[in-house]
């Protein structure tokens, strides 16, 4: 039994050190959290098979750290050893924690209204912002970027959110800015909130694109990224992609990638028209409404060597195929609404981008 759980346990702290060698070394903290960093493969063995020592030896042995892993995790699967399970789940919560040290609110953001409303707590770990009768919040980061990836989890509004809007979003400052939005509109409890996203270049948006969520938002602090670089912008849920906003400037529509943005989010009231049009007023008596920020990280294109060097796979295919898949998935079951099919706006022909 012990020769079982030794192999076991050794891998996972190695992987364990892996994923730490990354946060430190790389400068590059990989942008899901450790657990969700093992292919599927690893965590469901087809435990329908019982694998008799014959079978095990067939495993390929190309890639022996793989098989290796993978026949430790057959053998706890199949025994169900439960000290083991402890010890993984220790590590993924420890794993947890050092990566939520990834970003500081007080290092990395400015409360910029709504007085007391927006506050840090544990040490910068965490965010929130309120909205009452009297005002909203909101804050921005201090830093502006050209070109990344950044991430942040949000737990939004919960309960009766209906009129409210959490907006989370880069911007640039001036005319003719750029910006990338995600806008939470809330509902009365138990209806869906509406993810809005949208596009403005060089202040022109008119580029909207909704979905309802797979999870409940306010329930749970899910991850929501942006990836900019000069070929094309893209939206993540959770990792999964949402929607691709590819360079058309061939087709002569502007990109941005001449003005630095800022992060910024606020929550504010729009009960003139977040909420079925407008139709559902705020329900004050529940003020205030509060959202939740955290485990903000960036991979900030001028200091990371890895993000501008992407290879020129990368570049052609903004997607790998099983992202792609994912965000067909996506678009096929959550999405609903889309300017590009919207022919009632657009009598005349769509948007040059939205033949790309
Ligand atoms: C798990 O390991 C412990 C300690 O070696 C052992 O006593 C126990 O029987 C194992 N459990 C199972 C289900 O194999
Ligand atoms: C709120 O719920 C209604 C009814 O299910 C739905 O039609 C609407 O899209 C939801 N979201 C918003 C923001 O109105």
């Not at 691709?244 to 529509?253: I, P, T, W």
């Amino acid at each position: 039994m012990l020769k079982q759980k030794f192999p076991a346990c050794i891998f996972v702290l190695s992987w364990l050190l892996l994923w730490l060698l990354q946060l430190f070394i790389a400068h590059k903290p990989p942008p899901y959290p450790l657990l969700l960093s093992i292919p599927p493969s690893y965590i469901n063995p087809p435990l329908s098979k019982t694998l008799s020592p014959s079978q095990q030896s067939q495993t390929p042995s190309s890639s022996s750290s793989f098989s290796f892993s993978v026949s430790c995790f057959k053998k706890m699967g199949i025994s169900g050893n439960v000290s083991c399970l402890v010890l993984l789940v220790g590590l993924a919560l420890s794993s947890l924690i050092v990566g939520s040290y990834a970003g500081n609110f007080y290092q990395d953001f400015d409360l910029t209204w709504g007085g007391h409303r927006p506050k840090i707590f544990k040490g910068g770990q965490l965010l929130s912002l309120s909205l009452d009768k009297v005002s909203g919040s909101g804050f921005q980061s201090k830093k502006e970027y050209l070109f990344g990836r950044i991430d942040m989890q949000l737990k939004l509004v919960a309960g009766n959110s209906a009129g409210t809007v959490t907006a989370y979003y880069l911007s640039s400052q001036g005319p003719a800015h750029d910006e990338i939005d995600f806008e939470f509109l809330g509902n009365v409890s138990g209806d869906p909130y509406v993810l809005h996203t949208n596009i403005f270049t060089q202040g022109k948006g008119n580029r909207e694109q909704q979905f309802y969520l797979w999870f409940d938002p306010s329930k749970n602090f899910h991850t929501y990224s942006i990836i900019w670089k000069p070929q094309h912008i893209i939206f993540l849920v959770d990792n999964t992609p949402i929607r691709v906003f590819k360079n058309a400037e061939s087709l002569g529509v502007p990109f941005p990638k001449n003005q630095a943005m800022r992060i910024y989010s606020s929550l504010w009231n729009a009960d003139d028209w977040a909420t079925r049009g407008g139709l559902v007023k705020t329900d004050w008596s529940k003020a205030p409404f509060t959202a939740y920020y955290r485990n903000f990280n960036v991979i900030d294109a001028k200091s990371s060597k890895s993000f501008s060097d992407s290879q020129p796979s990368w570049q052609t295919n903004a997607l790998d195929a099983p992202s792609r898949r994912r965000l067909r998935w996506v678009q096929k079951y959550f999405m609903i609404y889309n300017y590009c099919t919207d022919l009632k706006r657009f009598p005349r022909g769509f948007p040059a981008e939205c033949r790309n």
